[in-house]
């Protein structure tokens, strides 16, 4: 086992994590219009983006089984940790945006662009799930949810510009933007809780990717001993 | 048995896509613009509508004792509808501030009867030594995305 996928990284990483909450909620300085609540922009873009990754690697890994051949592989196990990792992560995204959102818009919710679209993202992982669950047998699992895991990913640029392209409660992205509306005081540690998380996220994945492939190996054993070797 | 689940699943898709193109069309638009909303309000006046736009400076007026509150909404250009709106503010509404109103529109279209108000905020997050009030600028670009 490598260094990557022990726990001290992940321990590290969480760390990191929660000194970047620590970071946001006791020395980031106090925003001009929000006051203290905009805070919790470091726990809720973190996870966004997150949930983004988990998106992006799923469709890689997903288009790795297609053009592979071989149905049980690292990929597809990779694929469905992703799903995993995404779904909490968007609910996460979720959860924190509509904590973030009363005190700051008046309500917990609104059917607008960004909000709904993210939704849907978070329907499209769990769809992955159920889909997994309900097919059995592997090559038709492994086509018919790496398709899936696919679309999935063609949700997460409509997020990102669903508020350019439509009207929209939510704001349009501070970072990247080139007017440059974030005080360096705020942007800074937004990027480091940002990239911290991204590498929990990442952490998260390849674990829960190992532990898949662990439980499938003894399930494919506890099989082959049960038939008498005939199956594999 | 393969291919069956491959086409059945290539026409949910499509059927998906379909329904949400066709509906995304009718209801892409989340809030009317105030010169959108007073141009067609004959029309719209027949429902609840959502208008955007900003508190015009020095218009806002709160009561307390009658929970009563009006401000008038503008595109910071020539549209001005006044808002009226019974009930507490959420917090961030300010003088400049963005707001979406869910309401009615009278059909002279110069009144709004807000059943609830929602505080729209730019992209900005300046700390207080930067900047001390809403930049309308950016906020106008932030709502109406012009």
């Known amino acids: 086992m490598s260094i990557i996928s022990t726990p001290i990284l992940g321990v590290l990483l969480l760390s990191g994590v929660f000194a970047t909450w620590g970071y946001g909620i006791f020395r980031a300085p106090t925003e001009f219009y929000q006051g203290e609540v905009y805070r919790i922009l470091y ?16 469709c890689i890994c997903s288009l790795r089984v297609l053009l592979q051949k071989s ?18 992560y968007t609910l996460l995204t979720l959860f924190t945006g509509s904590i973030w959102g009363y005190p700051t818009w008046g309500v917990w919710w609104t059917w607008d662009a960004r909000l709904t679209t993210t939704l849907i993202l978070a329907f499209l992982y769990g769809c992955y799930l159920l889909l997994w669950n309900t097919l059995d047998s592997y090559p038709l699992r492994a086509k ?6 696919i679309l999935i990913f063609l949700d997460v640029p409509i997020i990102y510009k669903s508020v350019t392209w439509w009207r929209t409660l939510h704001q349009p992205p ?4 080139p ?13 480091a809780s940002i990239f911290v998380m991204l590498g929990f996220a990442a952490w998260l994945i390849l674990l829960r990717s190992q532990n898949i492939q662990t439980h499938n190996e003894i399930e494919e054993s506890l099989c082959h001993t049960a038939h008498g070797g005939t199956l594999s | 048995m393969e291919r069956k689940w ?6 949910i898709a499509a059927c998906i896509g379909g329904i949400s193109f066709i509906t995304m069309r009718q209801y892409s638009v989340y809030f009317y613009t105030p010169q959108e909303a007073k141009a067609q309000a004959m029309e719209l006046s027949q429902k609840e509508i959502k208008v955007g736009g900003m508190v015009k400076p020095g218009t806002l007026r709160w009561e307390a ?3 009563s509150l009006s401000f008038v909404l503008t595109d910071l250009q020539a549209a001005e509808i006044e808002v009226q709106y019974h009930g507490s503010p959420p917090d961030l509404l300010k003088e400049s501030a963005g707001v979406v109103a869910q309401g009615r529109i009278a059909q002279t279209g110069a009144l709004f009867h807000a059943v609830k108000l929602m505080v729209k905020h730019s992209e900005e997050y300046k700390v207080p030594k930067d900047q001390h009030a809403i930049n309308p600028a950016l906020l106008k670009q932030s709502l109406f995305k012009e």
Request: charged letters at 5%; glycine letters at 4%; proline letters at 5%.
């Open chain 1, 43 to 58: 726990l809720h873009v973190p996870c966004a983006f997150s949930a983004f990754l988990s998106a992006f690697v799923l």
């Open chain 1, 71 to 88: 149905a049980a592989s690292m990929s597809l196990w990779t694929a469905r940790a992703c799903a995993e990792v995404g779904l909490i």
């Open chain 1, 144 to 149: 018919v949810c790496s398709v899936f895991g």
């Open chain 1, 174 to 177: 501070s970072l990247l933007s």
């Open chain 1, 179 to 191: 007017s440059a509306p974030m005080s360096s005081e705020i942007l800074y540690p937004l990027v």
């Open chain 2, 6 to 11: 491959i086409i059945g699943l290539v026409v």
């Open chain 2, 65 to 67: 004792t009658s929970l």
